[in-house]
Nanobody
């Protein structure tokens, strides 16, 4: 059974930082993308950052809205993906979801179409 568990969310003032973690289990040995999505009230769930894992992995992708402020990274030995969020803005407030992509499938890494496994989400609130 595949399980993705997010942690690290919370409340922070504008300009502050948070680090989210996603612990994955049951995915097996596959090349795939891992990503962070977020969903704010009214808006749809959108891709924030993604990283390729497996053979030749390590390439990262970012939404323009977070480029230069957020960093996605991975610890393959722990099957864990992180999202370091710096210089947070009120518009970053959302529920953040960890996602695991379909194995051996290529495409735009920030597209929801690539992902079949999702965590339950963790709330990030940035106050002004």
């Amino acid at each position: 059974q595949v399980q993705l568990v997010e942690s690290g969310g919370g409340s922070v003032q504008a300009g502050g930082s948070l680090r989210l973690s996603c612990a994955a289990s049951g995915l097996g040995y596959s090349s795939r993308y891992m990503a962070w999505f977020r969903q704010a009230p009214v808006l749809e769930r959108v891709g924030v950052a993604a990283v390729s894992i497996g053979t030749g992995g390590g390439t990262t992708y970012y939404a323009d809205s977070v480029k230069g402020r957020f960093t996605i990274s991975q610890d393959n030995t722990k099957n864990t993906v992180y999202l370091q969020m710096n210089s947070l803005k009120p518009e970053d407030t959302a529920v953040y979801y960890c996602a695991a992509g379909r194995p051996y499938v290529s495409g735009w890494p920030l597209s929801r179409q690539l992902y079949s496994y999702w965590g339950q989400g963790t709330q990030v609130t940035v106050s002004s």
